[in-house]
């Protein structure tokens, strides 16, 4: 059964605190990135990958940090630097990451820093 | 600075009417336009896209329209079905935009019995 596993659902940190979001995806897709999505507000793009031990930043990577050691995996550590870390992240991947592939979604991990 | 534009936040329709959701977008390089569904907790999924080489789609109830000069998409709905209330996100790429995508702000459609 293919899909996009993001763990876990629900996730409370306390300020200062970094913290690692998992992705991970049955699929063989090459591209894979990490969306923020706050209330009001379309989904903004903090990194993407298009292949193994390559990332790039989207408009929002700052306070970001990712890796890409496995095809199957993109984890995503919100750092104690990001100023306001508390929102849903929404993990994507696509066959090879060009503009007119289709991105398939998992549940998303809602984040919440006390 | 948004790039693709959902300007109305919410939408009411009856069970069996259309539903006409819109989106406009400022940059005349995207070339790749979809439309996504999402329920509250769920990550979006994927429901039609359009190439700007076409002026309409069709998937089942599902019809997109983009209009390049008016840079304007909409995504009709025929007819609507409870299960169709969401939020909907139209997303828009182009080869000279890094392939990233740029996502509306979304539209919460409720269908009413």
């Known amino acids: 059964d293919g899909g996009i596993t993001q763990s876990p659902k629900y996730l409370f940190r306390k300020e200062g605190q970094n913290v690692t979001l998992s992705c991970e995806q049955n699929?063989?897709?090459?591209?894979m990135y990490w969306y923020r999505q706050d209330p009001g507000q379309g989904l903004r793009l903090i990194y993407y990958s298009q292949i193994v031990n390559d990332f790039q930043k989207g408009d929002i990577a700052e306070g970001y940090s990712v890796s890409r050691e496995k095809k199957e995996s993109f984890p995503l550590t919100v750092t104690s630097a990001q100023k306001n870390p508390t929102a849903f992240y929404l993990c994507a991947s696509s066959i090879a990451g060009a503009d007119t592939d289709t991105q398939y979604f998992g549940p998303g991990t809602r984040l919440t820093v006390l | 600075d948004q790039q693709v534009k959902q300007n109305s936040p919410s939408l009411s329709v009856q069970e069996g009417r259309i539903s006409i959701l819109n989106c406009d977008y400022t940059?005349?390089?995207?070339?790749?336009f979809l439309w996504y569904k999402k329920y509250p907790a769920e990550g979006p999924t994927f429901l039609i896209s359009i190439s700007s080489i076409k002026d309409k789609n069709e998937d089942g109830r599902f019809t997109v329209f983009l209009n390049k000069s008016a840079k304007h998409l909409s995504l009709h709905i025929v007819p609507s079905q409870p299960g169709d209330s969401a939020v909907y996100f139209c997303?828009?790429?182009?080869?000279?935009?890094?392939?990233?995508?740029?996502f509306g702000t979304g539209t919460s459609l409720t269908v009413i019995p």
């Open positions: 940059n005349s390089m995207f070339d790749y």
């Open positions: 997303a828009a790429s182009g080869m000279t935009t890094g392939n990233q995508f740029y």
């Open positions: 699929l063989n897709h090459d591209a």
